[in-house]
């Protein structure tokens, strides 16, 4: 085999289109196939009408796990590329964020000698940051998936936004299903029972999903944190903790530094009223 074949693994942005990259678009446009994921039928019609070689991969709701659907995926874009062709997967949002079967798609085809590489895209905690006015520098932020933070046991800094992904689907090995509302309950009610051992029931957060199409606005829900499991949430839910307050400022470092004029400044509203 001369490993002709080569792999482009892209994203479409939250919405599609409006957030697509110019290069996104282009790979999209020039391979020889086009293999693709997005989140609604408009979006799949917009990937065939930039290349009618397309093909959508399925994803079966037939009870099968998560795992077992994407590395499905995985092997039928790696079959492609063996084939020699030059192929473009195609993937909603950021290809690489919470998204395993791109990043894996790249490991393989390159494990296997194919050229294979990921392009940046539009996530849903971009969004984020423009809607609900969050500047990550500020005060830093702390990011997991939702499962992962409470079957993980870790340490979280109560003076740091906390991002929890995937609130709908704590738990969850198989595709979301929003009628399995037990489920869903349980989940909420073990988050919100971890994340006010360490911040008050009445601390504020907001239940978040991005705009799919440029005409919606984002769901900007403000919650209690004790009233979390009454929430209603979708698979595209994130929950966002802002700080119980700011980190003191350490005044032996401040000197050190030789930063002796520097005074904590005001802090700013972390949940934006607009």
């Known amino acids: 085999m001369g490993n002709e074949g080569s792999l482009l693994v892209v ?6 289109g409006g957030q697509t990259t110019i290069a996104a678009r282009h790979a999209i446009e020039k391979a020889e196939r086009v293999l693709f994921v997005v989140a609604d039928p408009w979006a799949s019609q917009w990937v065939l009408s930039l290349n009618p070689r397309a093909e959508q991969l399925p994803y079966p709701l037939d009870g099968r796990p998560r795992r077992q659907i994407y590395s499905d995926m995985v092997e039928r874009i790696l079959s492609e590329v ?9 993937f909603y949002g950021h290809p690489g964020f919470l998204t395993f079967p791109g990043h894996e798609a790249v490991r393989r085809a390159r494990s296997e000698g194919f050229s294979a590489r990921m392009l940046p895209g539009v996530s849903s905690l971009d969004c984020l940051i423009a ?11 702390q990011v997991f998936e939702a499962t992962s933070f409470l079957t993980r046991p870790r340490q979280f800094d109560i003076h740091t936004s906390l991002i929890l992904c995937q609130i709908g689907g704590i738990g969850n090995l198989g595709p979301f299903d929003p009628s399995d509302r037990e489920r869903i309950r349980r989940g909420l009610s073990a988050l ?13 957060a907001v239940i978040y999903e ?25 698979e595209l839910s994130t929950l966002h903790v802002p700080p119980l307050e700011r980190a003191p400022l350490d005044a032996r470092m401040i000197a050190r530094l030789g930063m002796a004029a520097l005074t904590d400044e005001p802090d700013r509203k972390h949940l934006s009223r607009a």
């Not at 063996?82 to 195609?90: S, W």
């Not at 440029?214 to 900007?220: C, K, L, Q, S």
């Open 11 to 16: 994203g479409t942005g939250i919405q599609w």
């Open 82 to 90: 063996r084939l020699g062709r030059q192929v473009c997967a195609v």
């Open 131 to 141: 809607d609900l006015g969050l500047d990550p520098g500020h005060d830093g932020w």
């Open 192 to 204: 919100g029972e971890l994340l006010c051992s360490q911040f008050p029931a009445t601390h504020e």
């Open 210 to 234: 991005a705009s799919v199409h440029p005409v919606d606005p984002p769901r900007i829900e403000r919650i209690t944190l004790g009233r979390l499991e009454e929430t209603s949430v979708s």
